[in-house]
């Protein structure tokens, strides 16, 4: 661990994790912290284990070996209930948006606010949802539009509003930039930017060396399954990076 992590706190951290796929090792004794109100990324070459790792850490997958320890509690494996219940969401490169609702309607989706508890109160959840998208800052025109009609960047946004809204603190995203023309990749790298002064910790998988080095605080880097080194921002710089990532050693 790098020296200046030592009087953070830390969201969350993972121990000696061990992940096979039949032969393949993809992670292997992968021990890594996330911190509080901070950009942790992960970078690694295709197939370093990066989506693996993300995928214990939101509960889809269990590791064989180590464990995830969160606030003093040590567990063995998560599930997607126990990740949520310790306010961690994943927004995943698919969204698991409802194309065909509007805005509001995928921000609450499955939490809808109702009146007498049974009719939806649209008229709260457009409020609600303006305001949510103003303070965020997103560049959203109009809250009515069906999801499916908006750009990848607006969906990106919609799907970490909604993680907010329902009291996530930890928002993790696998490569969130990767199918966005340049102009959207920059909107989505100054919302996670501003997500740390707001109370937010974010971890971000990417290969983009240029985006990692532009967002991230703290960085580590995978190579063939294991985390090799954990870097501040400040001390590195992206050739150094890019060298890091392919090196053979
Ligand atoms: N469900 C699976 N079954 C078999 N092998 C898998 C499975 N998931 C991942 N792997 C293998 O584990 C290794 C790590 O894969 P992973 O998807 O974690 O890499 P990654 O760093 O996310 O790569 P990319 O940058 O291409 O997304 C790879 O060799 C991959 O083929
Ligand atoms: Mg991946």
Redesign the pocket.
Known sequence: MDESNKNKNVFVSLKNITKS??K?K?LDDVSMEVFENEITAIV??????????IKILSGTLRPDRGSIHIRNINYRHLTPGLAYKNGMATVYQDLSLDNHRDIAGNIFLGREITKFGFIINYKEMYKESEKLIKALNINIPYLKTPVGYLSGGQRQSVAIARAIFQGQKLIIF??PTAAMGIKESGAINSLIKSLPKKGFSVLI?S?DIYQVFDIADNINI?RH?KIVENVMKEETTPTDLMKKISSSL
Do not use: P, R
């Open positions: 796929f039949g393949i993809a690694g070459d295709n197939g370093s284990g990066k989506s693996t790792l696998d490569e998988i290969h995978m399954g």
